[in-house]
């Protein structure tokens, strides 16, 4: 049977003898790097004041800007300013000049030269935060990004976890917090566990295709609406785009705001109420809540278990979404930290503590947002580690072979929660070479699965008897986007009953060839032993089953039925082997007589 084991999360690293350290809030529109100053948090200016640098990249043959002075050259050199590069963080290997690790690494440079002018040193190490839903690959990519840009990572560290540790909330003594963020573009909801100084991710959930600027389009809509003229020009659109966005913002602090356009050569002017903007955002607040009580659901909770909301983002210094997350949650979301710094100053309290300066320990548990396994025989994927668990974490469990004599295996490493290999996503195949031939099913290999306290995957399988071992990491070769991620949960619920039964039949069909293949090897040996009559009856049923097998197209809508494939080939198994029980008592009694043959009765 299987042996599971999970690990004690890693302990935190030694303290360094220097102690200034900085955390970091890659983000995928800004990025900010903070730090600790005599105990407390703080974000770090660049030298024009600004605390926020936009995480653009502009490249030119003898120089590369960033921040600021690279957002110009969106619309004067577009095809060499990146932007966004985290969200294709993990999709790419290709290292050419302006792949998504390349810019990454020259936004953490930039941000580590602010450090150092702010602070006059180097630091001696940095947290980077990442998206709780961020993968292997993606975290790989992120610290390979540091790497290159000669930052000692001393964790990556997920945003909404940061968010609470900026909070303070790791000093109280239990408790379930809400992360809930709320950008320009994305929305991500993440619930959170602490116990005794341990934060544990739940669950998390989102939509990257919802922020601040449909709330922007909502009050664009209404004010063309209201005055019934539509822009007639780029510029005049782009110009209401800002209006809309200026009315948005200012409605997070006074009743009613005031819109002056100019359209089509005409100045209009409205009035829009705190009220209006309710009504327009309604059922936009609704879906982010939809999304909240998804998460919720999966971390097994009810709004009442929640002790806490955090907000993250500029989005949640909206009035309505307080409001609304105060009438849900029956209390007010925690609001005295600006939303747009929360998480940098999280990460540069991680920072300082990992550096040594703290003696409270803290330690800081996430979650896989995709479940990992291996393929076994018949095309099945069996799931080691399961998805929404906490890392770091250990599971292993024992395969063994399937054909007699057979000295080498591959492990096939998958991601995903569907029932065949071909709809999970493939992460990585090793081989272990090397074990003893033996009997099918006898070797006993234990496969450990292990995904460290920055969610990076290693797999190793070990054969119990000889020790023979191999092991791989998985690398960065190709990430998933959270969209993506998104779709293969989606998908695994809409296909979860044809996956279960195309799993039980590709179980009975492995059965049933198993069953043949030993019934065929035995006919070739003794089948004197049968009438002609026996004989041809269980040719009969083993051609019968072969047929029923070769016939399912290889991914049948299986209904589990008298009719269906599967009863069909499970009776024709049972059948099988009722036929051949005389056979084997038989083959039995012959093997008994040869080793007889010769001995004394005493010697028996
Ligand atoms: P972020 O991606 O976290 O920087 O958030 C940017 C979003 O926050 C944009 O959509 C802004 O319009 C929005 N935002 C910033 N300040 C406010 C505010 N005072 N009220 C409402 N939304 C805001």
Redesign the pocket.
């Given at each position: 049977m299987a042996l599971l084991q999970i690990s004690e999360p890693d302990q935190i690293s030694e303290p360094h003898h220097r102690n200034i350290a900085i955390g970091i809030d890659l983000?995928t529109?800004?990025s900010l790097v903070a730090t600790v100053k005599s105990g407390i948090a703080t974000v770090l200016k660049d030298y024009n004041q600004n605390e926020l640098t936009p995480s653009v990249v502009h490249y030119a043959s003898n120089k590369i800007t960033v921040g600021h002075e690279a957002l110009q050259f969106r619309t004067t050199d577009p095809k060499n300013t990146m932007i966004s590069a985290k969200r294709f963080m993990g999709l790419d290997v290709d290292l050419t000049s302006k792949n998504p690790v390349k810019v990454s690494s020259d936004i953490l440079s930039h941000l580590k030269q602010i450090a150092i002018d702010s602070l006059g040193e180097t630091p001696i190490g940095a947290v980077i935060t990442v998206p709780a839903y961020f993968d292997d690959n993606q975290r790989q990519a992120t610290k390979q990004a540091a790497e290159i840009a000669g930052l000692n990572v001393l964790r990556l560290l997920n945003e909404p976890t940061a968010a609470a540790i900026a909070y303070g909330l790791e000093n109280t003594e239990s408790g379930t917090f809400l992360v809930y963020d709320l950008?320009?573009?994305t929305f991500d909801v993440s619930i959170l566990s602490l116990n005794k100084g341990v934060f544990e991710v739940l669950a998390v959930n989102g939509d990257t295709h919802l922020?601040?600027?449909d709330?922007?389009k909502l009050i664009y809509d209404f004010i063309i609406n209201k005055i019934g003229v539509s822009p007639i020009s780029d510029i005049e659109e782009a110009t209401l785009m800002i209006a809309s966005?200026n009315i948005?913002?200012a409605?997070?602090?006074e009743e009613s705001s005031k819109v002056n356009c100019k359209l089509n050569n005409t100045l209009y002017s409205l009035e829009i109420t705190q009220n209006d903007f309710w009504d327009l955002s309604k059922s936009l607040l609704n879906k982010t809540l939809m999304l909240v009580k998804k998460a919720l659901r999966d971390a097994k909770l009810t709004i009442n278990d929640i002790n806490q909301i955090i907000l993250v983002?500029?989005?949640t210094?909206?009035t309505n979404l307080r409001r609304l997350l105060h009438d849900c949650f029956h209390k007010p979301p925690l609001t005295s930290l600006n939303?747009?710094t929360v998480v940098a100053l999280g990460a540069a309290i991680q920072a300082d503590n990992l550096a040594g300066n703290r003696n409270d320990e803290l330690l800081l548990l996430d979650v896989t947002p995709l479940s990992l396994g291996l393929e076994t025989m018949g095309g099945l994927a069996q799931k080691i580690i399961p998805r929404n668990s906490t890392i770091p974490v250990t599971r292993a469990q024992d395969f063994t072979t399937y054909k007699d004599g057979q000295t080498a295996m591959t492990i096939h490493i998958l991601q995903g929660e569907r029932e065949l290999v071909d709809d999970c996503r493939s992460l990585a195949k090793f081989s272990l070479k090397g074990i003893p031939p033996m009997t099918a099913g006898v070797a006993k290999i234990r496969v450990t699965f292990q995904i460290d306290a920055d969610g990076l995957l290693s797999v190793s399988a070990v054969e119990q008897n000889t020790g023979v071992m191999s092991s791989i990491e998985v690398k960065p070769s190709f990430g998933l986007t959270p969209e993506q991620i998104t779709s293969m949960l989606n998908e695994s619920i809409k296909y979860a009953k044809d996956d279960i039964n195309t799993r039980l039949f590709n179980e009975a069909k492995i059965d049933a060839i198993s069953l043949v293949e030993a019934i065929e090897q035995a006919l070739q040996t003794d089948h004197e032993l049968l009438t002609n009559n026996e004989e041809q009856q269980i040719l009969l049923l083993i051609r019968q089953i072969k047929t029923q097998i070769e016939g399912i197209n290889p991914k049948p809508l299986l209904e589990d039925n008298a009719q269906s494939p599967r009863t069909i080939l499970k009776q024709l198994s049972i059948r099988l082997n009722e036929v051949t029980s005389g056979f084997a008592s038989k083959r039995m009694n012959k093997a008994i007589k040869a080793g007889l043959s010769g001995k004394k009765i005493e010697e028996i």
């Open positions: 983000g529109t800004n950008g320009g573009g922020g601040g600027d709330f922007d966005r948005k913002e409605l997070s602090m983002g500029g989005s210094r909206m939303p747009d």
